[in-house]
């Protein structure tokens, strides 16, 4: 599976995302006819994943958490553990906590 970045195709999307959400970093990736749009905040990143013709499979969606948790997450900033699924046939939102340090 190829996960090629699309962000540029779709700025009027990012745009919304930068000006509506505490995002200060949104990019959008395409697996095929699976779109994932990935959105870094202060305090979490966010992937959103769709499919508009079939479901998503669990193979699929390990692969692409695998991705992102490897080249765009730094993971000693999360804890694994505390990352919440909301799974959906064709929609999976992943929302991982960035964990910030004791004062």
């Keep these: ?47 959103l994943i769709s499919n508009n013709y079939r479901a998503i499979q669990d193979s699929e969606l390990k692969k692409i958490r695998d991705f992102f948790l490897h080249r765009k997450i730094d993971a000693k900033t999360i804890n694994p553990a505390a990352i919440q699924t909301i799974h959906t046939d064709r929609l999976v939102e992943m929302s991982i906590p960035i964990i910030t340090p004791s004062s």
């Excluded at 195709?9 to 990935?38: C, M, P, R, W």
């Design 1 to 47: 599976m190829k996960i090629i970045n699309t962000t540029n195709s779709h700025s009027q999307l990012v745009q919304n995302q930068l000006a509506n959400t505490d995002a200060f970093l949104v990019e959008t990736y395409s697996a095929g006819n699976t779109d994932v749009i990935f959105t870094q905040a202060p305090r979490h990143y966010e992937l």
